[in-house]
């Protein structure tokens, strides 16, 4: 699968070679109408490669590095969907005498559905679309007429 959207830290293969890295930062801004952003991959600590996303295949996304301040807001908004929860299942339960088991199944999807929507919109990576480059092919090589480059 090439690679179209990635963040700092996601884990790509190396299609030529196979190996495994993480992606590091851009690289190459100046020349992007020729080439396309080009990635700078991690391998190792010693080896870093620059590929562009024709070269990728998306392995897994990063962990998260969250902050102080993001885990505690990851906290607090998890703490709210709960509680928003609860209180709708109550509110089924009490105000329109839904049975138990009703108000709690839909209490619990309520709170599944607020927790997903502020996951989405506040607390999931940011990923960063990639400009590929164009592939260039000239006329002769289309038809077939002539041969490739050999670096012997």
């Known amino acids: ?31 992007l109408d020729q080439h396309g952003t080009i990635l700078a991959i991690q391998v190792s600590t010693e080896k870093t490669v620059q590929a562009n996303g024709r070269a990728l295949e998306f392995i897994a996304d990063a962990k998260p590095k969250l902050s102080k301040a993001k885990a505690v807001w990851v906290l607090v908004v998890l703490l709210w969907s709960l509680a928003e929860a609860a209180w709708i299942g109550y509110y089924l339960n009490a105000d329109y005498g839904l049975s138990w088991w009703g108000s709690t199944a839909l209490g619990i999807g309520a709170g599944g559905l607020f927790w997903r929507s502020m996951y989405l919109f506040t607390i999931r990576p940011h990923k960063t679309r990639i400009t590929l480059p164009a592939r260039k092919t000239t006329t002769a090589r289309v038809q077939g007429k002539s041969r490739p480059n050999v670096n012997k």
């Open 1 to 31: 699968m090439t690679v179209y959207r990635v963040a700092r830290g996601d884990v790509v293969r190396i299609t030529r070679t196979g190996e495994v890295g993480t992606v590091k930062g851009w690289v190459d801004h100046e020349r």
